[in-house]
Protein backbone atom coordinates (compact mmCIF):
# COMPACT_ATOMS: atom_id res chain seq x y z
CA UNK A 1 0.00 0.00 0.00
CA UNK A 2 0.88 3.62 -0.91
CA UNK A 3 1.37 6.13 1.63
CA UNK A 4 -0.99 9.37 1.35
CA UNK A 5 2.06 11.31 -0.52
CA UNK A 6 3.10 8.72 -3.07
CA UNK A 7 -0.53 9.01 -3.72
CA UNK A 8 -0.71 12.60 -4.20
CA UNK A 9 2.11 12.63 -6.12
CA UNK A 10 0.58 10.01 -8.54
CA UNK A 11 -2.84 12.12 -8.72
CA UNK A 12 -0.97 15.19 -9.39
CA UNK A 13 0.74 13.60 -12.54
CA UNK A 14 -2.55 12.21 -13.51
CA UNK A 15 -4.38 15.55 -13.00
CA UNK A 16 -1.27 17.67 -15.07
CA UNK A 17 -1.62 14.91 -17.69
CA UNK A 18 -5.85 15.75 -17.64
CA UNK A 19 -4.65 19.45 -18.17
CA UNK A 20 -2.44 18.93 -21.06
CA UNK A 21 -5.28 17.14 -23.15
CA UNK A 22 -7.61 20.24 -22.21
CA UNK A 23 -4.74 22.40 -23.05
CA UNK A 24 -2.78 23.25 -19.83
CA UNK A 25 0.79 24.45 -20.76
CA UNK A 26 2.19 22.85 -17.45
CA UNK A 27 5.15 25.50 -16.37
CA UNK A 28 5.64 23.70 -12.38
CA UNK A 29 5.37 20.59 -10.73
CA UNK A 30 5.41 20.60 -6.91
CA UNK A 31 6.17 24.53 -6.56
CA UNK A 32 7.40 24.35 -3.18
CA UNK A 33 9.04 27.08 -0.65
CA UNK A 34 8.79 28.63 2.49
CA UNK A 35 5.37 29.72 2.18
CA UNK A 36 3.89 26.72 1.21
CA UNK A 37 3.37 24.12 -2.87
CA UNK A 38 1.47 24.84 -5.16
CA UNK A 39 0.64 21.62 -7.07
CA UNK A 40 0.57 22.46 -10.46
CA UNK A 41 1.58 25.76 -12.24
CA UNK A 42 0.31 26.20 -15.86
CA UNK A 43 -0.76 28.73 -18.59
CA UNK A 44 -3.98 28.38 -20.08
CA UNK A 45 -6.17 31.00 -21.87
CA UNK A 46 -3.79 33.86 -21.70
CA UNK A 47 -3.83 32.65 -17.49
CA UNK A 48 -1.42 32.45 -15.38
CA UNK A 49 -2.96 29.48 -13.47
CA UNK A 50 -2.49 28.10 -10.22
CA UNK A 51 -3.65 24.48 -9.78
CA UNK A 52 -4.47 22.65 -6.59
CA UNK A 53 -5.21 18.86 -7.02
CA UNK A 54 -7.28 17.11 -4.70
CA UNK A 55 -8.15 13.38 -4.48
CA UNK A 56 -10.70 10.98 -2.73
CA UNK A 57 -11.77 7.31 -3.54
CA UNK A 58 -15.11 8.06 -2.08
CA UNK A 59 -17.71 10.69 -1.09
CA UNK A 60 -17.99 9.90 2.28
CA UNK A 61 -15.85 12.42 3.94
CA UNK A 62 -16.77 14.95 1.32
CA UNK A 63 -16.17 16.18 -2.09
CA UNK A 64 -12.30 16.59 -2.83
CA UNK A 65 -12.56 20.06 -3.75
CA UNK A 66 -14.27 20.87 -0.15
CA UNK A 67 -10.65 20.22 1.84
CA UNK A 68 -9.55 23.48 -0.27
CA UNK A 69 -10.94 25.66 2.58
CA UNK A 70 -10.06 29.08 3.33
CA UNK A 71 -6.90 28.39 5.45
CA UNK A 72 -5.49 26.29 2.18
CA UNK A 73 -6.55 29.32 -0.31
CA UNK A 74 -4.69 31.91 1.85
CA UNK A 75 -1.55 29.11 1.86
CA UNK A 76 -1.89 28.90 -2.30
CA UNK A 77 -2.02 32.73 -2.76
CA UNK A 78 0.85 33.61 -0.57
CA UNK A 79 2.76 30.79 -2.22
CA UNK A 80 1.36 32.12 -5.22
CA UNK A 81 2.61 35.83 -5.20
CA UNK A 82 6.12 34.20 -3.84
CA UNK A 83 6.16 33.01 -7.41
CA UNK A 84 5.46 35.61 -8.99
CA UNK A 85 8.57 38.24 -7.43
CA UNK A 86 10.38 35.03 -8.41
CA UNK A 87 10.18 35.04 -11.62
CA UNK A 88 9.13 38.46 -12.06
CA UNK A 89 5.70 38.00 -13.73
CA UNK A 90 4.17 40.67 -14.55
CA UNK A 91 1.90 42.98 -12.48
CA UNK A 92 -0.64 42.81 -15.76
CA UNK A 93 -0.62 39.08 -15.97
CA UNK A 94 -3.98 37.57 -15.43
CA UNK A 95 -3.42 34.76 -12.78
CA UNK A 96 -6.35 32.62 -11.51
CA UNK A 97 -6.81 29.75 -8.99
CA UNK A 98 -7.99 26.56 -10.11
CA UNK A 99 -8.98 23.28 -8.46
CA UNK A 100 -8.88 19.82 -9.95
CA UNK A 101 -10.69 17.37 -8.50
CA UNK A 102 -10.85 13.24 -8.99
CA UNK A 103 -13.05 11.71 -6.99
CA UNK A 104 -14.04 7.80 -8.26
CA UNK A 105 -11.84 8.03 -10.98
CA UNK A 106 -14.29 11.03 -12.04
CA UNK A 107 -12.43 14.13 -12.84
CA UNK A 108 -13.88 17.52 -12.15
CA UNK A 109 -12.33 21.01 -13.11
CA UNK A 110 -12.97 23.85 -11.43
CA UNK A 111 -11.62 27.09 -13.17
CA UNK A 112 -11.51 30.54 -11.07
CA UNK A 113 -12.28 28.34 -7.92
CA UNK A 114 -11.45 31.22 -5.52
CA UNK A 115 -10.42 35.20 -5.43
CA UNK A 116 -7.03 35.76 -4.58
CA UNK A 117 -6.73 36.02 -0.62
CA UNK A 118 -4.41 37.63 2.17
Known sequence: MKNSRA???????????YLAGLGYRILE?????????IDLIAKEGGYLVF???????????GEPQEA???RKQ???C??????CMMHRVLAQQAC???????????WVVIQ??????Q
Open 7 to 17: VGREYEKQAAE
Open 29 to 37: KNFRCRMGE
Open 51 to 61: VEVKYRSGTRM
Open 68 to 70: VDG
Open 74 to 76: RKI
Open 78 to 83: RTASYY
Open 96 to 106: RFDVVACCAGE
Open 112 to 117: NAFDFV
